[in-house]
């Protein structure tokens, strides 16, 4: 009885999170409520407060799907016996680009993510918890790149946490644009290029570099 239980529980909690993306995929974050999703998905609102404090926490647990499918290939990059990390990191970027471009899951998702949601009052704690995402991942990045300058990979006096941002900001750059508007360019027939393009910045750019201290 009780792991029957948790299952019809884990079912609600799945249903409840398909019909938020689909609400906020049609209508933006900002002009759905909970009464909206609660009606999409065949629950009562009670149903929806015993998963979720509130809106913003269904859409971060909306969100946190978008990571896992990429995390192991993240920890490698990290990992300082990884031999490889720079071509760990080209394999991600190119890994998430395919992803982004052939997934309509993923696809939606990050839609909502660049496109369709809106940080209102009401999403405050959302907009920290995004905040803290992206932090988070520009000291990820900053690990793989010095594991990579440690192997070779990279130039030795490469700044790796203004390299990390300028990555970052690149790849966000690339998804908004695409997703914004998918027949500007190619995305999953270009992925490899657009990858190497991130990295090349880089290994040549004079900018990302340490400044040398004066004597």
């Not at 609400?23 to 998963?51: P, S």
């Not at 404090?53 to 990429?70: G, R, Y």
């Not at 970052?168 to 500007?184: E, F, M, R, V």
Request: proline share 3%.
């Amino acid at each position: 009885m009780v792991r029957r239980t948790k299952e019809e529980a884990q079912e609600t909690r799945s249903q409840i999170l398909e019909a938020a993306e689909k609400a906020f995929y049609e209508r933006g974050v900002a002009r759905t409520t909970l009464a909206d999703i609660a009606t999409l998905a065949g629950v009562t609102r009670g149903a929806i407060y015993w998963h979720f404090s509130n809106k913003a926490d269904v859409v971060q647990a909306m969100l946190d799907t978008l990571h896992e499918p990429l995390d192991d290939m993240a920890r490698a990059s990290e990992s300082e016996e990884e031999l490889d990390p720079l071509g760990c990191m080209r394999q991600l970027l190119i890994h998430l680009f395919h992803q982004i471009a052939l997934d309509p899951k993923t696809r939606r998702l990050n839609e909502i993510l660049f496109h369709k949601c809106e940080f209102t009052d009401e999403m405050c704690d959302l907009r920290q918890q995004r905040q803290a995402a992206s932090l988070d991942c520009n000291v990820r990045i900053g690990l793989a790149l010095r594991n990579a300058v440690n192997r070779g990979q990279l130039p030795e006096d490469l700044d790796t946490v203004r390299a990390a941002i300028s990555l970052h900001a690149y790849i966000d750059g690339i998804l908004y644009q695409w997703l914004l508007a998918p027949d500007s360019f190619e995305l999953h027939a270009e992925a490899e290029r657009w990858a190497d393009t991130g990295l090349d910045m880089l290994r040549f750019s004079p900018s990302l570099r340490k400044l040398k201290q004066s004597a």
